[in-house]
């Protein structure tokens, strides 16, 4: 009986001391398991230029339409990034490479809507059969408004031009640009699909469902895909979207692969659900989704119902995996977030929860009176600022931004450090009379220099709610104009 005993005691023991020694790996393993979405990536499929089966329909040297006088590289082509639970992502791509090229490896990856370039060019073969998808990729008129960006508001300028081709040419990298998803998957336009995605996951506890995941995948495979293509031999990529390639760019920066470069995402808050689910409460308030249409997509879900789906095991496990939030100490990548004010998906102030807590290598805009949109002059300046910050080592301005606040009157001081030419510090701001500012229409006063900082006042309404925050403009030969600004401070009324 002693022997049994005293055997059971050296089992538990060694048991004990083999944990003891061990959990540093059992954390890593736990973390890597659950906190973040690396497991989630097969990075040597994704890596796999065999997998890629690229058709291309062109290659050639012609007159750039956006820089005359100048020449650049059109190459379009069509290539698989994966197979996800049975569908087959099969992308068309446009890239463009200044002519006579010989740069060190960095590109720009753009991923649009699948309707951004029109419904005729998503059609594509996969497995040697034709996915059909012109017919089924047609835009719904009450969807119109999210697909009309071919052309920048207030100006002439084609939006894939500036962005891709001209962008390009200016600062000598290839750009490409691509529809992420490619076309409907599983029958469901891409806000639907992330809905079933979601409640997939939550049923089975397979969190590969969640639909974010093949975006960011196909984002990952599109470097693999300008590696293989000859005078362009990708190293490190920059990537860019909105909306739902918005939070899988995201993603992407838990994956691991040391080829992200940076990270720019539009028409989303950043990360930290459980405080956007917060904002967009006391914004909304129970029962309003945000948008004017109906999808089963999260962010199209009143906060009460979203909340309800993830306030469960399956979907703390999603939070776990792919909010940037809980895994930001991991972020080394450069990120940048942008956001238009009025955004229909989000309360104001929803990126408060991670850019003021996320370090490193960050910037955030917030472009006054935009709704759901990666177009705007502001956007595409920003683009260039980002490629030329992350491949050129621009420097990004900062800026500090404190109030000193009387019964009619808030003053707003702005602290404000460039490198660069500082053009202008303008300090936006509006009046509203609740807490839903979808609608709210946003002024500007331009900030004086005193004793060093910059300054303006705000008057107070009676009754009325005021949020602010400071833009600065800044210019460098790499990458032109610059904005970056502050985040939003809300006073309530008093």
């Known amino acids: 009986m002693k022997k049994a ?114 419904q005729n060019e998503t059609g594509s073969t996969s497995q040697g059969k034709e996915n059909n ?35 390009a040419i200016d600062l000598k990298l290839p750009i490409m640009i691509f529809p992420n998803p490619p076309t409907l998957i599983f029958d469901k336009d891409e806000s639907n699909l992330m809905g079933y995605g979601l409640q997939m996951a939550i049923k089975t506890f397979d969190l590969s469902w969640v639909g974010y995941v093949p975006i960011a995948t196909s984002y990952l495979k599109a470097i693999t895909l300008l590696e293989s293509i000859e005078g362009i031999e990708a190293k490190k990529a920059v990537i860019m979207g909105c909306s739902k390639r918005g939070f899988a760019s995201s993603i992407a920066l838990g994956a691991g692969d040391e080829r992200l470069a940076g990270v720019m995402a539009t028409c989303y808050y950043g990360g930290n659900v459980l405080y956007d689910i917060m904002r967009k409460f006391e914004s909304f308030g129970t029962g309003v989704g945000g948008p004017a249409v109906e999808r089963d997509g999260p962010a199209f879900q009143p906060a009460d119902k979203l909340l309800a789906k993830m306030n469960g095991p399956a979907g703390n496990l999603v939070t776990m995996a792919f909010d940037p939030y809980l895994w930001r100490k991991k972020i080394n990548t450069p990120y940048f977030v942008a956001l238009g004010t009025n955004d229909e998906f989000f309360g104001l102030g929803a990126p408060n929860g991670m850019m003021s807590e996320l370090k490193g290598d960050k910037a955030f805009l917030y472009i006054d009176n935009l709704r759901h949109s990666w177009v705007s002059k502001k956007h595409l300046h920003s683009w260039r600022t980002w490629l030329a910050h992350v491949f050129y080592d621009r420097k990004l301005p900062t800026v500090e931004v404190k109030s000193e606040e009387s019964e009619s009157a808030i003053n707003v001081v702005a602290n404000v450090s460039s490198s660069n030419t500082l053009k202008q510090v303008r300090l936006y701001y509006s009046v509203n009379s609740s807490l839903d500012w979808r609608e709210a229409k946003w002024q500007v006063k331009s900030m ?37 600004s502050s985040l939003v401070t809300i006073e309530r009324a008093k």
């Not at 949020?467 to 970056?484: M, P, R, S, T, W």
Request: glycine letters at 8%; hydrophobic letters at 40%; proline letters at 3%.
């Open 133 to 167: 998808s012109a017919e089924s990729n047609a835009v719904p008129e009450h969807l119109r408004h999210l697909f009309d960006r071919q052309k920048i508001p207030d100006t002439e300028l084609n939006t894939e031009a500036e962005y891709a081709e001209g962008t």
């Open 448 to 484: 004086e220099m005193v004793d060093g900082q910059f300054q303006a006042d705000l008057d107070r309404v009676v009754g009325k709610n005021i949020a602010y925050y400071v833009e600065v403009e800044d210019f460098h030969d790499k990458g032109g104009i610059g904005y970056l």
């Open 5 to 118: 005993l005293f055997t059971i005691i050296i089992f538990v023991t060694c048991i004990a001391l083999t944990l003891f020694l061990a959990r540093g790996a059992i954390k890593d393993y736990l973390s890597y398991r659950f906190i973040g979405p690396a497991s989630y990536f097969d990075l040597d499929e994704i890596k796999d230029q065999s997998t890629l089966d690229v058709e291309v329909k062109q290659d050639k040297v012609v007159d750039s339409q956006s820089r005359p006088g100048e020449k650049v590289r059109v190459i379009k082509l069509s290539f698989t990034s994966q197979n996800w639970h049975g569908s087959f992502w099969r992308h068309p791509a446009t890239i463009y490479v200044p002519a006579n090229y010989q740069g060190e490896g960095n590109v720009g990856i753009i991923a649009t809507n699948r309707a951004f370039k029109g």
